[in-house]
């Protein structure tokens, strides 16, 4: 990702030159240039490149999953509306008095009532509803905190892959490097007589394996780069160039703690408690659905312009019990597997998080090896082992093995790395990829 800094464009403008004898114009510049250092300093530090942070609030506004899930949330709240609407009144026509065919004519004609009529329902319904809507746009917005863990999880371990695949495609740059200036002195004592051929077949077969592994990492970094265009919802073919380094912090919290933050901030338990609370609402619909409900109306005749009249009905449930039995045992059935959901959910959770806690621990002993002795013993002893074979001590297969085993051991550190902040974002998220 490319940055144009209007400041930098700014400064390849030709500046007038002061001379002595304009001391007003010297002291415009001193201004300008006192004004404009914080922002010259600020361009110069800033990452060229794509940061992990960029990487994340760029998805979070552009990734289908989120923006899916924040339409579910409009949809919810377009729910929640209609359930809290009262039913709509009804304009009515009605006609009384028309005579029947082979009826004698009336000494009146036929009548004609305009009126309106209006549902009440039983007290409690619409406030139930209400409060049923509310849960759903709750539960809506806890999937969409769930959905944006998600994919933030999965953004850093993208970045963090590509990030590991172009670090030992380096690594394996420098180990070709090793090897190359192995093998031109090999070849060079090989022709003055003081190798063998077979310590030169050695090392380009080192150099071949090392090439296959560089090509190998090459595609690894196409691949991790192609995953994290998708994730940020860019074409496969636009650059990334990733400005924020793998990095070791060691983790500072137990699993008890951790656990802990889980119950009380995880969207998905959050969704799984408000589920079991909609559903017990639910089920107190379901019996207020036995309830009658007030018809009442109000209408205007067509002969007797100065009178009006009114109209009441009730209906009747009860006398239709298999609906409001039907409606019953479904509700309760949905308390039931929202309880069971719930309990499993937390289960889940637990479980997702003490494995990525595990795994974080164990990336975070290998790496703490690698650090504390391997890496610089065998970097000191292959500076040594360099030496005595300039100087015609040791030999070459001695040095060659040293050179693959420093290569492999850089190799394995970077993954720790890699794999510690691969199990730092699946702790973030643990458990709320599952179904």
Same mark, same amino acid.
């Given at each position: !990702?490319?940055?144009s800094?209007p ?7 030709r500046?007038?030159t002061?001379?002595a004898?304009?001391?007003g114009?010297?002291?415009?510049? %001193?201004?300008?240039v ?14 060229a490149?794509?940061?992990l942070e960029?990487?994340?609030?760029l998805a979070l506004?552009? *990734? ?18 209609q359930?809290?609407?009262?039913p ?8 009384e008095?028309a005579r029947?065919?082979g @009826?004698p004519?009336?000494?009146e004609?036929a ?16 406030a139930?509803?209400? /409060?049923?809507?509310?849960?759903q746009? $709750?539960v809506?917005?806890?999937?969409? $905190?769930?959905?944006?863990?998600v ?5 850093k371990?993208a ?17 070709l490097e090793?090897?190359?200036?192995l093998?031109v ?14 310590d030169?077949?050695r090392a380009r077969?080192?150099?071949a394996?090392?090439? *296959? ?8 970094v196409?691949? %991790? ?6 994730l940020?919802? /860019?074409?496969?073919?636009?650059p ?5 380094? !793998?990095?070791f912090a060691?983790l ?7 656990w ?6 995880r969207?998905?338990?959050r ?6 609370v909609?559903?017990?609402a ?15 109306? &109000?209408?205007?005749?067509s ?8 109209s009441l009905?009730?209906?009747?449930? &009860?006398l239709?019990?298999?609906?409001a ?5 479904e509700?309760? @059935?949905g ?22 806690y ?11 090896? &690698? ?10 002893e ?7 074979f ?5 030999t ?12 492999? %051991?850089e190799? $394995?550190?970077?993954?720790?790395i890699?794999?510690?902040g691969? %199990? ?6 643990a ?5």
């Open positions: !990702m490319h940055h800094i400041i930098a464009r700014a400064s390849r403008r500046v007038p002061c001379s004898s304009r001391p114009a010297r002291a415009v510049l %001193a201004l300008a006192l004004a404009l250092g914080p922002a010259l300093s600020r361009a110069a530090a800033a990452p490149g794509l940061t960029q990487a994340l609030a506004q552009v *990734n289908p999953r989120v923006l899916a899930a924040a339409l579910d949330v409009q949809a919810a709240a377009g729910r929640s509306l359930l809290g609407a009262r709509e009144p009804q304009l009515l026509a009605a006609m008095g029947l065919p @009826a004519r009336p000494e004609g009548e004609w009532h305009l009126g309106v009529e209006q549902l009440f329902e039983f007290p409690g319904k619409l139930l509803r209400r /409060r049923i809507g509310r849960l746009e $709750e809506a917005a806890a999937e969409l $905190e769930r959905v944006r863990l994919v933030a999880a999965d953004v371990r970045y963090w892959r590509a990030a590991f695949a172009a670090g030992a495609a380096r690594l394996l740059a420098g180990a090793r090897i190359d200036l093998l002195d090999l070849q060079a004592r090989y022709r003055a007589g003081t190798a063998a051929y077979v030169v077949l077969a080192e150099k394996r090392l090439r *296959n592994q560089a090509l190998e990492q090459e595609k690894e196409a691949l %991790a780069r192609l995953e994290l265009n998708t940020l919802a /860019r074409p496969a073919d636009v990334v160039e990733l400005a924020t380094p !793998m990095s060691p500072t919290v137990g699993m008890g703690e951790l802990e933050k889980a119950r009380s901030s969207p998905s338990l969704s799984a408690a408000l589920q079991r909609l559903a017990q639910e089920v107190k619909q379901a019996g207020l659905g036995r309830l009658p409900d007030l018809l009442a109306g &109000f209408s205007l005749p002969v007797r312009t100065d009178a009006w009249g009114v009905g009730l209906n009747l449930p &009860f239709r019990p298999a609906r039995r039907g409606a019953a045992l509700a309760d @059935a308390q039931e597997r929202a309880r069971l959901d719930a309990d499993a959910r937390e289960r889940s959770v637990r479980a997702a998080l003490e494995a990525s595990a795994a974080a621990r164990a990336a975070e002993e290998q790496v703490r090896v &690698f650090e504390r002795d391997l890496l610089s013993d065998l970097e000191d292959l500076r040594l082992q360099r030496e005595l300039r100087y015609g001590k040791g070459a297969f001695e040095l060659l093995d040293l050179q693959r085993t420093l290569a492999l %051991a190799l $394995e550190h970077l993954r720790a890699f794999l510690y691969v %199990a730092l974002a699946d702790l973030e998220a458990g709320e990829d599952m179904p």
